[in-house]
């Protein structure tokens, strides 16, 4: 099992989940996430719990996650945060979410949320104008990866 803390800008606690390590390369860490797993949400003030599998995606150096959330083996939808690259020291992944969200679905149709969010957060948190203007070239990536259907969107989380 490896812990996973999210932060908002300034290393505030965001949210917290352990979750299982499948693989973890050089360029790549995959983790699952089992059914009934806790949350806890910081920024909400709860604990919740989550009714689905899934397969998480980090790639160390890019900014953003690709979450793909499962039902009976299968994919009900991808949920990508836009976030400062991640880290992992030992058992431990760590990244800073900076409010874009992505969601896709399984025939790759797609929606970008929270723009809202970034612009409050950008102020509240102080957010630099280089992490605003990548976290919007983040999702711009992302939303290439779905469109040109590259890995984890070609069918790839289920393996």
Not at 145 to 153: I, S, T
Request: glycine residues 8%; aromatic residues 14%.
């Amino acid at each position: 099992m490896i812990d996973v803390h999210t932060y908002k800008y300034g290393r505030i606690p965001h949210y917290f989940y352990q979750v299982e390590l499948v693989e973890r390369t050089a360029d790549l860490w995959i983790v699952r996430g089992q059914y009934g797993r806790k949350v806890q949400h910081y920024s909400k003030g709860i604990t919740f719990e989550v009714k689905n599998r899934s397969i998480e995606f980090f790639w160390p150096g890019r900014p953003y996650t690709v979450g793909a959330d499962i039902t009976n083996g299968k994919i009900d939808s991808y949920y990508c945060n836009i976030i400062l690259p991640p880290t992992m020291t030992g058992d431990v992944v760590e990244w800073v979410d900076l409010d874009l969200d992505l969601i896709v679905k399984p025939d790759l149709t797609y929606q970008l949320i929270d723009q809202e969010d970034l612009e409050v957060n950008s102020v509240k948190y102080g957010y630099p104008p280089d992490v605003i203007s990548g976290a919007w070239r983040a999702a711009d990536e992302l939303i290439a990866l779905v469109k040109e259907r590259q890995y984890p969107f070609d069918g790839g989380a289920l393996r």
